[in-house]
């Protein structure tokens, strides 16, 4: 996106600085959970924190493949947008992400399986796929 014209847009709708940083600022605790949790750090090549529940994805994120990567499976007859497809050591995997409060709804588990069959068709070796909440 072009950051000119998003600026541009915030300043039409008359938003006040404070009322925007206030709103941003809501996701960036869950999202610096997940980068903890998930991402490489690039300096020494290790996970930022190695402390998983045990229902947690063991994997780490090696790198970001695609960011709102359109897909289009025929066979299946559907396409989709994936958030992010991330690069973990062996596979590609979709990461959904959801703006609103966790509720691991079965619409949301549902389109993350669809990702990863049509991924699959599409000749990637997607085993799961990664859902975040961002509130």
Not at 82 to 104: C, H, Q, W, Y
């Amino acid at each position: 996106m072009d950051l000119i014209f998003e600026i541009l847009r915030i300043y039409e709708c008359g938003l006040k600085l404070e009322f925007i940083e206030g709103e941003l600022l809501k996701f960036v605790p869950n999202i610096v959970d997940f980068i903890n949790l998930y991402l490489r750090n690039p300096n020494t090549n290790e996970n930022f924190h190695l402390r998983h529940n045990k229902d947690d994805w063991k994997g780490t994120i090696e790198a970001i493949d695609d960011i709102e990567e359109n897909i289009w499976c025929p066979e299946l007859g559907i396409k989709g947008k994936v958030d992010v497809s991330i690069k973990t050591a062996f596979n590609t995997m979709p990461l959904e992400l959801k703006t609103g409060r966790a509720s691991v709804s079965l619409e949301h588990r549902g389109q993350v399986m669809m990702y990863i069959m049509m991924m699959n068709k599409l000749g990637y070796n997607v085993p799961s796929g990664l859902l975040l909440y961002l509130r």
